[in-house]
């Protein structure tokens, strides 16, 4: 099993709902990640969880909460989020390695993404 | 500050051929490289990488050339199948944490088009 599933596929929500978006993936691996893409543009990264713990926030609004409740889970839970936050969501996950060096196996694999328009 | 760069948008190339994709990087902490492969509506599916100790590594129809004194790499399809048209992204990590888990730096994406 290689896969990273992800759910919704699409979400539509208002600026006052509260909604989360789900990630799984059952290849034991330690490091999972929250990536953003809006059209036409790279992903760009906004969360790291390693070994279910926060390791990277890169300076994301708190209207996005993430929440790693086990290894195999990741969260991105949403409130208050304003048009320009549709976009497409994507969950990653990585073997994580234990050092700089063993970065063979660090490939990251991603879901088929979350599409979320706001409203 | 764009930290990796694929300067060609889009490239066409007819089936058969080889298709050359390149891709440049500023930051020099960057020590892993890796080449991703997008369709509409779908995440991003790895396709090869390259560790910084090595200049070359090969799958397949698919090598990726580093050259760290031209933080350059590029990533060689050959021969180019139709099924090859899609986005492609290159993306570099750097060793901070020393976990691995560091995340990714995307480029822009090139749009190949494999023509018949």
């Known amino acids: 099993d290689t896969e990273v599933t992800q759910t919704p596929k699409h979400l539509v929500m208002g600026m006052t709902n509260k909604k989360s978006l789900k990630c799984e993936q059952h290849m034991g691996h330690r490091a999972m990640y929250w990536y953003k893409q809006k059209a036409k543009k790279p992903p760009e990264l906004m969360f790291v969880y390693s070994y279910e713990k926060l390791s990277i926030n890169e300076s994301v609004p708190s209207r996005f909460s993430p929440e790693c409740p086990n290894s195999s889970l990741l969260n991105l839970h949403l409130h208050a989020l304003q048009p320009e936050d549709s976009a497409l969501y994507l969950c990653?996950?990585?073997?994580?390695?234990?050092?700089?060096?063993?970065?063979?196996?660090?490939?990251?694999?991603f879901g088929q993404g979350t599409r979320l328009t706001v409203v | 500050d764009q930290q990796v760069k694929q300067n060609s948008p889009s490239l066409s190339v007819q089936e058969g051929r080889i298709s050359i994709l390149n891709c440049d990087y500023t930051n020099s902490m960057f020590d892993y490289f890796l080449w991703y492969k997008k369709y509409p509506a779908e995440g991003p599916t790895f396709l090869i990488s390259?560790?910084?100790?090595?200049d070359k590594n090969e799958d397949g129809r698919f090598t990726v050339f580093l050259n760290k004194s031209a933080k350059h790499l590029s990533l060689h399809i050959v021969p180019s199948q139709p099924g090859d048209s899609a986005v492609y992204f290159c993306?570099?990590?750097?060793?901070?944490?020393?976990?691995?888990?560091?995340?990714?730096?995307f480029g822009k994406g090139t749009h190949l088009i494999i023509q018949p």
């Open positions: 390259i560790s910084s100790i090595k």
């Open positions: 990653a996950s990585s073997q994580g390695g234990t050092g700089t060096r063993n970065r063979m196996n660090t490939e990251a694999f």
């Open positions: 993306a570099a990590s750097a060793g901070q944490s020393g976990g691995g888990a560091d995340g990714l730096t």
